[in-house]
Nanobody, 118 residues
């Protein structure tokens, strides 16, 4: 069974919205801060957003502030990324991960492709 399965990606136009989900089978989900990262073609994986274990604290990359919102449901072992006003530069494979601060640890799991056309 694969841990950390991201879903919800797709092909959209600039200005559209998508909501990504990342489900985990891990029993420690509610004790871990979680983060979203993305990897665009030819680029290294980059930080997008993180949320504390309780959901009370969030941090965003400057490039997505005001457009993306990270949230979590500990009862469902799921973390979400609401993405509004998408831009072509948001095109990437999106992954979730357990984090310490903004540093991921453990396995990456399955990502989800987001493609934004202009």
């Amino acid at each position: 069974q694969v841990d950390l399965v991201a879903s919800g990606g797709g092909l959209v136009q600039a200005g559209d919205s998508l909501r990504l989900s990342c489900a985990t089978s891990g029993r420690t989900f509610s004790r871990n801060a979680m983060g979203w990262f993305r990897q665009a073609p030819g680029k290294e994986r980059a930080f997008v957003a993180v949320i504390s274990w309780s959901g009370d604290s969030t941090t965003y990359a400057d490039s997505v502030k005001g457009r993306f919102t990270i949230s979590r449901d500990n009862a469902k072992n799921t973390v979400y990324l609401q993405m509004n006003n998408l831009k072509p530069e948001d095109t990437a494979v999106y992954y979730c991960a357990r984090v310490v601060a903004t540093t991921p640890f453990g396995s990456w799991g399955q990502g989800t492709q987001v493609t934004v056309s202009s």
